[in-house]
């Protein structure tokens, strides 16, 4: 009894081992902890926080097994992909012995892309990240496109001729030489037409007496 016993005891301890064994090798599987990252070109590859949205950028991996070989690639992805699940780019890179390391910076058009990270060990499908390029346009130097000066009143052409006004007249007219005394009509010579007219009568006068007197005489 005491045999059969000892014998069933070993069986038990034997099947445990062999039932706990996979779970153990699944928990341990080399490199299957670690994490990558999608990474904006100026963040510091020491942070853990992953960018969705990013123009140029890296992918940076942290806690995989020391010296670890790692492939990967992107492909574009919906609703942006003209073809879904065509790679866009790719590569390979081998961490460092604290199982961490970045690839280079690199730009796509903007879009939605889908990265797929592999290596050995790795438990069922790669690690991903799905992700956004949107890269803003570029200024153009001193901010913009330069606008055209409007040229101000005072550079303009007149687009009419002004015409000046009219200026006073030095010489009187006729009515402000007459005067107070109204207005008389003059001769080339400034002098009154009436009293020319006066003269002239009594010149013919006096020429008409002179010639009775000489008749008589």
Known sequence: MRTLNRVGALSAVAAAALLSAPAAA??????????????????????????????????????????????????????????????????????????????????????????FWNFDGENGAAKHKVFWTDCEDEEEPGGGTTATPTASPSETSPSETETPAAVPSSSPSPSAQGGAEGDLAETGNGAPVELLSAAALALLGAGGYLAFRRRKA
Request: proline share 4%.
């Open 26 to 115: 699944h928990a341990t599987a080399p490199g299957d902890n670690g994490t990558v990252k999608i990474h904006d070109a100026t963040t510091g590859e020491e942070l853990r926080k992953n960018e969705p949205h990013v123009c140029e950028f890296y992918l940076d991996a942290f806690g995989f097994d020391s010296v670890q070989q790692v492939s990967w690639h992107i492909e574009a992805w919906a609703p942006t992909a003209a073809v879904k699940g065509e790679t866009v780019k790719s590569g390979a890179i081998t961490l460092d012995g604290e199982g961490h390391g970045r690839t280079a910076d690199m730009t796509l058009p903007d879009g939605h892309y889908k990265l």
